[in-house]
Nanobody, 119 residues
């Protein structure tokens, strides 16, 4: 079992920056990737980006490319989502997830953290 804990988030003005953190613990030795998703009010949860644990390759949704970046701390099993040039449409609850390569896909999720971008 993987336990996922998020931190960060808050309220920021448009054009500002925020950083989210996500730490995984427990059965993490099979981790394939760690990713970020978000869900805005009244909308479906959507993919933001992920990092492949072996090699560190990252992928991003088109809506955040060039503004968001994902990095990791291997030793701490932690990933970071650095968000810059934030827009009001980035307002959402952001979730961190772990893909443990166990056939369940994104099987472990963090508690979610609110990001609010004011115009």
């Amino acid at each position: 079992q993987v336990h996922v804990v998020q931190s960060g988030g808050g309220v920021v003005q448009a054009g500002g920056s925020l950083r989210l953190s996500c730490a995984a613990s427990g059965r993490t030795f099979t981790t394939y990737a760690m990713g970020w998703f978000r869900q805005a009010p009244g909308k479906e949860r959507e993919f933001v980006g992920h990092i492949i644990w072996s090699g560190g390759k990252t992928e991003y949704a088109d809506s955040v490319k060039g503004r968001f970046s994902i990095s990791r701390d291997n030793a701490e099993m932690t990933v970071f989502l650095q968000m810059t040039s934030l827009k009001p449409e980035d307002t959402a609850v952001y979730y961190c997830a772990v893909n443990s390569a166990d056939g369940r896909g994104w099987g472990s999720w963090g508690q979610g953290t609110q990001v609010t971008v004011s115009s």
